[in-house]
């Protein structure tokens, strides 16, 4: 027994002296992979899917033309009378003697037939 106890106590003396001569973890070390990874799992699930949904709305609102029969956010029907000089302002025709003025970008969707609209989010046909 007195040999266990002799080989027990050298093998913590160079353990001890092997942990001592090592560097100490750093903070990056220890979060740097996981931080990482999070960045880069929050780029995918959430930046790319609105650049996309941003690209789609962006390509929705530059094919409106006039006569384009659509629907405001705030619920208004219309149709399309005409763009303003910087393309920014849409008159939309309301009634036969009413226009109103809004921004382009307050367009929800382009209304196809009775009750079936075109939502911003659907790829324009061509």
């Known amino acids: 027994m007195g040999n266990w106890s002799l080989n027990l106590n050298s093998l913590l003396i160079f353990a001890d002296e092997a942990a001592k001569g090592k560097e100490p973890i750093g903070i990056f070390d220890m979060f740097g992979p ?60 309301v009634d036969e003697n009413s226009r109103i003025r809004v921004r382009k970008s307050s367009i929800e969707s382009v209304v196809k037939t009775e009750g079936t609209e075109k939502k911003s989010d659907e790829t324009p046909s061509k």
């Open 34 to 93: 996981p931080l990482m990874m999070m960045v880069m799992l929050y780029y995918f699930f959430v930046v790319m899917p609105q650049k996309k949904d941003r690209k789609g709305r962006d390509s929705f609102l530059d094919h409106l033309k006039k006569n384009d029969q659509i629907v405001t956010i705030g619920g208004i029907y219309g149709t399309i009378s005409g763009f303003s000089a910087d393309g920014t302002q849409v008159t939309i025709r």
